[in-house]
């Protein structure tokens, strides 16, 4: 068995040629959210992984195995809650509303342009399915929001501009990085 113990968040830094000939994982969202587990990638090898306590693995993620290899995680498709806006009756604030209601349920929720995705709960379906909108079950890659303190894998130039400097966000007032983007609260 390989021993797996570090992680290449979405292989950054790595060539496109060694992402291409990795063998891969498929593992579902209750596998990538341990940090502790065992698997068999596309080459057949047994690998045992070990990674920092509270690591969650995405898709997309690379994992380095004790030898140097290399092994690209993908997301295995799973039964999911796909959650849309009715294009009949809803309204541009039918999902954020729905966000909303499943974040204060503390929900693993995927959060797209133009859909959300939970796992199968009918209790939530229902309340779902009761705001008119439409829920349909499916199978797909969940890859779950990872929460306002989560730093593994964010990129904080994804909006433009980084965060390592004062810069102005056109409100009134400048400021620096004391906005919530830090790893620990203040």
Known sequence: MLTVNKL???????????????PTVELDWDLRQKSRFE???????SLGVFLARGSVVRGGDVLVADDGSLVRVIAAPQPVLRVTACPEHG?????PRA???????????EVQADHLQIEPDPVLAGMLRGMH???????AAFEPEGG???????????????HDHDHEHGHGHAHGHEHGHHDEPR
């Open 8 to 22: 290449i968040p979405q292989g950054r830094g790595l060539a496109a040629v060694l992402l291409k000939r990795a």
């Open 39 to 45: 698997a068999a990638d596309s080459a057949g090898r």
């Open 91 to 95: 309204t541009l604030r039918d999902l």
């Open 99 to 109: 966000a909303y209601h499943l974040g204060n349920r503390h929900v693993a929720l």
């Open 133 to 139: 909108l439409i829920v349909t079950e499916m199978q």
């Open 148 to 162: 306002a303190y989560d730093s593994q894998g964010h990129d904080h130039a994804h909006h433009g501009h980084a």
